[in-house]
């Protein structure tokens, strides 16, 4: 991943401090190891902010969904956050940083053909409703972002 063309389009564009660590956050031994990979280029540094932000989507309706689609959707919405958060707790501790969960609207109100999506973000908004409470005696914020498609809301809304 870090030399993919976005990946090498960030580096040209950020500090010469970003490094890009690969992450499949649906296998715990590669969130692990970035893990490891964030402790030992801190040095004498702080680790602030993790960043939940990956997302796929399938747009089908129940009945001709497989039930596979579903548990790949939930492995990376619902417990990708879940597993790239305890693996990184440790290091938020130490600077009382904090926890971003992106989410969805569709979190909170399913819409046709969304419902496997809808689900996994509703665990989403769950976890990071959960964990924030949790956090809170380790003085770690928990932030959730929950966007919407903005630009096809209103097809949404006016169904019938």
């Known amino acids: 991943m870090p030399e993919k ?9 950020c500090s010469d401090r970003l490094t890009i660590v690969p ?8 969130v692990e190891n970035a893990a ?13 902010a993790v960043v939940n932000n990956a997302g796929i989507a399938v747009f089908t309706e129940i009945e001709w969904c497989p039930v596979d689609v579903y548990f ?9 956050p879940i597993r790239v958060t305890k693996a990184f707790l440790p290091l938020l501790r130490k600077s009382g ?22 689900m996994s973000k509703h665990a989403a ?26 630009k096809y809301l209103s097809f949404f809304l006016n169904q019938k």
């Open 5 to 13: 063309d976005g990946a090498l389009e960030l580096k040209e564009l």
């Open 23 to 30: 992450l499949d956050v649906t296998k715990d031994e590669v």
């Open 36 to 48: 490891q990979i964030v402790l030992k280029s801190l040095g004498d540094k702080e680790f602030w």
């Open 72 to 80: 790949n959707i939930f492995n990376v919405n619902a417990l990708g």
């Open 97 to 118: 940083g904090r926890v971003v969960v992106v989410a969805s609207l569709a979190g909170r109100y399913t819409f046709p053909g969304f419902s496997a999506y809808s």
């Open 125 to 150: 908004v769950s976890f990071a409703d959960g964990l924030r409470r949790e956090m809170k005696k380790w003085n770690i914020s928990v932030h959730l972002i929950e966007p919407t498609l903005y």
